[in-house]
């Protein structure tokens, strides 16, 4: 008598953090693997973990896509025996060949969950951006609503409060990088930008420009809570610091963002208001402070300090033990050796290398050995 079919669920790789990114699928629906193989990559904003089959089977009820966002204890698949064994379905499925609630012919082959059914509608989804094959469920729906909301007049929301509605202060090149950013999380519902020099309905890449800080108050008021500051400050730090003096006064909180390839270690701590850029890294026990920028391509070695409003630019380098002083600006390339001390208010140049420590407000030129 056959063994009953395996279920593979997601597991909790972090308590901090319910949800996994599904960075990669190893499997299709139908396929035989082994014991030991690889069937998908998840991801969290501090590790990677690959999920490996715990028996020989086939590859039976595949419920969830590649790119999408997973609770923990959410099921996979099943790992069956039998390749023609049905799996049980959930929430009432409702299948491509039957009529909805309001005698909508659903796309052929879908296979859709009631609750996913009416939030779709619900949200104004396109029911054929949906996938043929596998179970269609809320999270599903959720993450395709977030990544193609249906297209409304600029303004401030009109709803109750709202935990994953954010704002993001600043439309410039900075502000581009972070929209990208934060839809690559599928974690937020990104309800437009602040710019105090740009018009309420302008748009900056589809995400609507609802006015400068004046609207502040009234985004909190209709149920924003949460705000990413946007403006760099390179030329000037005291603009990115009213920034942030500026939404905490309105009532808004500044989450830690970390793209999707960048690499924190678990022991690493972010403040909020952190923002950790595409291929960064952020090393063991490391402490960055409130507000930081981490940007492309940056290493932070283990045992950094990274002091409030710190910007370590892209491509920069940090050995182990280093201390940033607060508003202290790293150049592009910049590499600065083991323990070294970067007084708050200093400059280093781009492709300086910094040998010791460098005193407050102090300036390395571009390209520049510390000391000469």
Not at 212 to 231: D, W
Not at 247 to 270: I, K, Y
């Amino acid at each position: 008598m056959p063994n009953s079919p395996v279920p593979v669920k997601i597991p909790l790789i972090s308590p901090n953090e319910p949800e996994a990114l599904l960075a990669g699928l190893a499997v299709t629906e139908g396929q035989q693997v082994r014991t030991g193989e690889l069937l998908c990559t998840l991801e969290t904003t501090k590790s990677t973990q690959e999920l490996l089959a715990e028996a020989d089977g086939y590859v039976v009820g595949l419920r969830l896509m590649e790119g999408q966002s997973a609770a923990a204890g959410e099921l996979l698949c099943y790992l069956s025996e039998d390749p023609e064994w049905t799996p049980p379905e959930v929430n009432l499925p409702v299948q491509g060949s039957e009529q909805g609630a309001a005698n909508e012919q659903l796309p052929l082959g879908l296979r859709i969950t009631q609750p996913a059914l009416a939030l779709a509608r619900q949200g104004g989804l396109d029911l054929e951006q949906l996938p043929v094959g596998p179970l269609v469920t809320e999270i599903h729906v959720r993450q395709l609503i977030k990544r193609h909301p249906a297209p409304t007049a600029w303004g401030p929301p009109h709803a109750a409060f709202d935990l994953a509605a954010l704002v993001i202060y600043g439309g410039g090149g900075h502000g581009k990088s972070l929209i990208d950013l934060v839809r690559l999380l599928c974690v937020y519902k990104l309800v437009g930008v602040i710019d105090d020099g740009l018009a309420p309905g302008e748009s900056i890449l589809g995400v609507p420009v609802l006015g400068g800080s004046e609207i502040l108050p009234e985004l909190h008021a209709a149920g924003t809570r949460l705000a990413i500051n946007a403006v760099g400050g390179i030329g000037d730090i005291g603009v990115r610091v009213r920034v942030f003096q500026r939404l905490a006064e309105a009532g808004f909180t500044c989450p830690a963002v970390v793209h999707p390839t960048a690499h924190v270690e678990a022991s690493a701590n972010l403040s909020p208001g952190v923002q950790v850029f595409a291929h960064a890294y952020v090393g063991s026990d490391s402490q960055v402070g409130y507000g930081v920028i981490v940007n492309t391509g940056a290493i932070v070695s283990h045992d950094c300090q990274l002091d409030d409003y710190t910007n370590i630019s892209p491509g920069a380098i940090l050995a182990g033990e280093v201390h940033i002083g607060t508003a202290a600006l790293i150049g592009m390339g910049a590499t600065i050796n083991l323990r070294a001390n970067i007084g708050a208010g200093a400059r280093v140049g781009n492709s300086a290398t910094v040998k010791s420590d460098v005193p407050a407000k102090g300036v390395v030129r571009a390209g520049a050995i510390w000391p000469a």
